[in-house]
T-cell receptor, first 114, second 113 residues
Framework: ETGVTQSPTHLIKTRGQQVTLRCSSQSGHNTVSWYQQALGQGPQFIFQYYREEENGRGNFPPRFSGLQFPNYSSELNVNALELDDSALYLC?????????????FGPGTRLTVL | GENVEQHPSTLSVQEGDSAVIKCTYSDSASNYFPWYKQELGKRPQLIIDIRSNVGEKKDQRIAVTLNKTAKHFSLHITETQPEDSAVYFCAARDYNQGGKLIFGQGTELSVKP
């Protein structure tokens, strides 16, 4: 198992609400990437944070936003939830240097929007 | 941007047989190609990866090959076991967008005892 943790495990929200998901990166890792995985699909890149700055973003609207803290943990915020936001949200941590490509995933947060 | 195609979507083999999953990518600038195994309800787990300066990499029963000219890479599992049953995802690192990984659609591997 990796040292990447996420909370909460499961979450149920209604359309229009807002949600905050949390991720703690593996020790020694300073980069966190967020992915959305719909049922039966591969993960889709949302954005990446490196040293508290956004470092790349996928095709997601601005209502998906994030933060990274000085301890390299991260939050994903989604405003104005839509039914299609129901998915498994995964974070992955990685380090800089020669092994910077390698991303280790957390267990995910299962979000259901009703 | 990068696009990754993965085939087949489902694969069923007998225990002890080999399994091969293939992926193609579109961006010649991509330089890192990981493979993840995801069991039902669990996190994607990195099983092997390869960088563009290497043509083949092996780790026990698992191997990955990369053909940069043809822009395709493959996962080979030998002597399959029932615990190999899972969904396997290939991915390519989008070099022009930092650490962004572009994933294939996944292959559901079933190993029958």
């Amino acid at each position: 198992e990796t040292g990447v943790t996420q909370s909460p495990t499961h979450l149920i929200k209604t359309r229009g609400q807002q949600v905050t998901l949390r991720c703690s990166s593996q020790s020694g890792h300073n980069t966190v990437s967020w992915y959305q995985q719909a049922l039966g699909q591969g993960p889709q890149f949302i954005f990446q944070y490196y040293r508290e700055e956004e470092n790349g973003r996928g095709n997601f609207p601005p209502r998906f936003s994030g933060l990274q803290f000085p301890n390299y943990s991260s939050e994903l915020n989604v405003n104005a939830l839509e039914l299609d936001d129901s998915a498994l949200y995964l974070c992955a941590s990685s380090s800089t240097g020669a092994a910077a490509d390698t991303q280790y995933f957390g267990p995910g947060t299962r979000l259901t929007v009703l | 941007g990068e696009n990754v195609e993965q085939h087949p979507s489902t694969l069923s083999v007998q225990e002890g047989d080999s399994a091969v999953i293939k992926c193609t990518y579109s961006d010649s600038a991509s330089n890192y190609f990981p493979w993840y195994k995801q069991e039902l309800g669990k996190r994607p787990q990195l099983i092997i990866d390869i960088r563009s300066n290497v043509g083949e990499k092996k780790d026990q029963r698992i191997a990955v090959t990369l053909n940069k000219t043809a822009k395709h890479f493959s996962l080979h599992i030998t002597e399959t076991q029932p615990e190999d049953s899972a969904v396997y995802f290939c991915a390519a690192r989008d070099y022009n967008q930092g650490g962004k990984l572009i994933f294939g659609q996944g292959t559901e591997l079933s190993v029958k005892p």
